[in-house]
C-alpha cells in the first residue's frame, strides 16, 4: 500500500506548486529535510535509503561528512564570494592543484562555473577557439544541459529542446546502445556500425569534418538510460578524431569523481580526450563546474570567456577538503566501489533471469541501469512498469531516480556499506517482485 502523505508534506508540496514553475520532480513526493552517510530523512524524520547520492552529488556519502562541513564553515565566517574571475584567491587555486592530481597526465587548465551546463558550454567555446571550427558532433540519448550551447548537443528527450532551436551549429550521431542497436548489429561482429555511419553520413552528408571543432560525449550516458558502450569504441572514435585533427570533450559531469571506480570514467575505455567537464560531485554537496583542459591546447585570449560565482571561497573550500580525502585513499576507494558494483551487478543479473520485466542491466563501477521492458523478446520500453516500482521502492523506504526512458539508475554514496546496500537491494526486489505479479 502506498505511503499516505502527511499534513506536513502535503501543505508544502502545495506550497511549491504556487510558488515554482514545473520542473522534474513529480510524481516523487519526497521532502528531505536532513542527511548522513547512506541515509536520508524527510521533513517527517522518515529514514530513507539513498539510492541516488542526490543525482549523485553526495559521492562521499549524503551531506557529505564532517570535515568537509567544517572546512565550508570555516570559509564562510572569512569570505564566500570572491569575484574569482576579476580577482585572484588562494582557496580555488589550493582546489585545483588538488584536481589537477587526479587529472591525466598533461592537464592543465581549468575554468571553474556553478554547473555541469555552464561547464558544458565553456567547453564548446574552448573547443571552437582551439579549433577555429564551428560545429560539434553529439549523440543521439546524450544529455549534457539545459542552457543554449549545450541543449544543442542535448538528444535525449524531445521535450528538452522544442520551441528553443534551431541549433545550427550541432550535428548528431546514434550512440552505441547496444542493447537496441538500431542498425540490429550485434558487438563484436559488428564491427562499429555506429562509427561508420559518422564518416558516411553526418561527416559526409552534413558537413565536412573539417568544419567539426569537437565530439562531445558521455562516457556512460546519464540521462539518456546509463548507456556504456563496448571497451572499445573511444579508441575507434579517437582514432576517426585524431585523422581529422577534432578534438574530444568527455562529459564526466555524472559519471566522474571515481563513480566507476576510476576518478573519470573516460579511463575505464584506456583513452584520454582533450577537454573534460566536471560538477555535481565535485563541491561536496554545493554547486560547482569545471572544464578542464589539456595543456597541449594553451590558454584562451583575455576577456574570452568569465563568469561571476566561478570559484567561490566557500564552494572550493568544500570541494579541496574532499578532493584531499579522494587522493589520501584513492586505491583503497576504487577497490571498494569496483566490488560493490560487481556485487550489485551480479545481484542484477540474477534479477534479469528470474523477471520478465527486466530487460537489462548495464553498469561500471556504482554507476548502473536497469532497463525495464514489457516483455525480453519484444524489449519494448515499460516506463509505467519503471515508475511503479521506483514507487513501491519510495513507500518502503528507498530513494531511487529514473533515467531514460524505462531505466532506474542505482548510484549510491560511494561509501555506502554492504549491509545498506543488501537493505536497499531487497526492498528493490520486493518491489520489482510484486509489479512483476501484477503484470504477469
Known amino acids: 500500500m502506498a505511503q499516505k502523505l502527511s499534513k506536513k508534506v502535503q501543505n508544502i508540496i502545495a506550497r511549491d506548486k504556487k510558488v515554482f514553475l514545473t520542473t522534474t520532480r513529480e510524481p516523487f513526493p519526497f521532502v528531505p529535510h536532513r542527511g548522513e552517510g547512506d541515509f536520508a530523512y524527510d521533513i517527517d524524520d522518515r529514514k530513507f535509503i539513498d539510492f541516488t547520492s542526490f543525482i549523485s552529488v553526495y559521492n562521499l556519502g549524503v551531506n557529505s561528512n564532517s570535515s568537509v562541513r567544517n572546512a565550508i564553515k570555516k570559509q564562510i565566517d572569512l569570505l564566500m564570494h570572491s569575484a574569482f574571475t576579476d580577482f585572484y584567491g588562494e582557496m580555488p587555486v589550493k582546489f585545483g592543484e588538488e584536481l ?113 571543432s569537437a565530439i562531445m560525449f558521455e562516457p556512460i550516458q546519464g540521462e539518456g538510460g546509463y548507456i556504456v558502450p563496448p571497451k572499445d569504441y573511444f579508441k575507434e572514435l579517437k582514432k576517426l578524431a585524431d585523422e581529422n585533427g577534432i578534438l574530444m570533450i568527455a562529459d564526466e559531469v555524472q559519471s566522474g569523481y571515481m563513480r566507476t571506480g576510476k576518478f573519470l570514467a573516460l579511463e575505464n575505455f584506456g583513452v584520454t580526450a582533450d577537454i573534460y567537464t566536471m560538477a555535481k560531485s565535485v563541491g561536496a554537496g554545493l554547486p560547482i563546474g569545471v572544464t578542464a583542459v589539456s595543456s597541449a591546447l594553451g590558454d584562451i585570449p583575455y576577456g574570452k570567456h568569465a563568469n561571476t560565482f566561478g570559484g567561490n571561497f566557500a564552494v572550493t573550500a568544500g570541494g579541496y577538503e574532499a578532493l584531499k580525502q579522494i587522493n589520501s585513499k584513492k586505491a583503497k576507494l576504487s577497490e571498494e566501489i569496483v566490488q560493490k558494483g560487481r556485487y550489485i551487478m551480479k545481484r542484477l543479473e540474477r534479477m534479469k533471469e528470474d523477471y520478465e520485466i527486466i530487460g537489462d542491466v548495464r553498469g561500471i563501477g556504482l554507476m548502473i541501469g536497469v532497463e525495464f521492458v514489457k516483455d525480453k523478446k519484444g524489449k519494448e520500453p515499460n516506463p509505467e512498469v519503471r515508475d511503479k516500482v521506483q514507487l513501491k521502492c519510495f513507500d518502503r523506504g528507498l530513494l531511487l531516480l529514473p533515467s531514460g526512458e524505462s531505466t532506474i539508475r542505482i548510484i549510491p554514496p560511494l561509501t555506502v556499506r554492504k549491509s545498506t546496500i543488501d537493505s536497499g537491494m531487497d526492498i528493490f526486489e520486493d518491489a520489482v517482485r510484486e509489479v512483476s505479479r501484477q503484470n504477469a
Request: hydrophobic residues 30%; proline residues 8%.
Open 100 to 212: 589537477l592530481k587526479l587529472m591525466p597526465r598533461g592537464f592543465g587548465k581549468l575554468f571553474l562555473s556553478n554547473s555541469g551546463t555552464e561547464a558544458n558550454e565553456a567547453a564548446i567555446k574552448f573547443a571552437k577557439i582551439y579549433s577555429n571550427r564551428g560545429y560539434i558532433l553529439g549523440f543521439y540519448n546524450a544529455f549534457h544541459g539545459r542552457t543554449g550551447g549545450s541543449l544543442g548537443v542535448t538528444a535525449s528527450k524531445s521535450i528538452q529542446r522544442e520551441h528553443f532551436g534551431p541549433f545550427p551549429n550541432d550535428i548528431h550521431a546514434p550512440f552505441p546502445y547496444c542493447y537496441r542497436c538500431p542498425f540490429n548489429e550485434t558487438y563484436p561482429g559488428c564491427g562499429f556500425a555506429c562509427i561508420d555511419y559518422i564518416k558516411k553520413y553526418p561527416l559526409s552528408k552534413e558537413v565536412g569534418p573539417k568544419e567539426v
